[in-house]
């Protein structure tokens, strides 16, 4: 069973910057794809990111194209999302998300992590 645990949210100012950070337990992390959801209060769970198993390519929303960066290290089994020029609607919690299609769609990941807040202040 595949565990995710997100960190690196909190408050911030618009235009700073986040690293979020997704490590990840059991199963083996290089054989998964990787992504990043957020989910903004009283809206649906939405797509940010992914990567795929030897982050060879990604994938990124309009919302996050040019300013959030996916990443992963393999031999550390955690995934990454630097956030940058962070707006006031970049405002969310962030999951991490495992599955093994390199898909937006959230119904197609089946392990994901317990999220962490992003707060962007204006």
């Known amino acids: 069973q595949v565990q995710l645990v997100e960190s690196g949210g909190g408050l911030v100012q618009t235009g700073d910057s986040l690293r979020l950070s997704c490590a990840a337990s059991g199963g083996t992390f290089s054989s998964r794809v990787m992504a990043w959801f957020r989910q903004a209060p009283g809206k649906e769970r939405e797509f940010v990111a992914a990567i795929t198993l030897s982050g060879g390519s990604t994938r990124y929303a309009d919302s996050a194209k040019g300013r959030f960066t996916i990443s992963r290290d393999n031999a550390k089994s955690t995934a990454y999302l630097q956030m940058d020029s962070l707006k006031p609607e970049d405002t969310g919690v962030y999951y991490c998300?495992?599955?093994?299609?390199?898909?937006?769609?959230?119904?197609?990941?089946?392990?994901w992590g317990r999220g962490t807040q992003v707060t962007v202040s204006s």
């Open positions: 998300a495992a599955g093994d299609y390199y898909v937006a769609t959230t119904t197609l990941y089946p392990y």
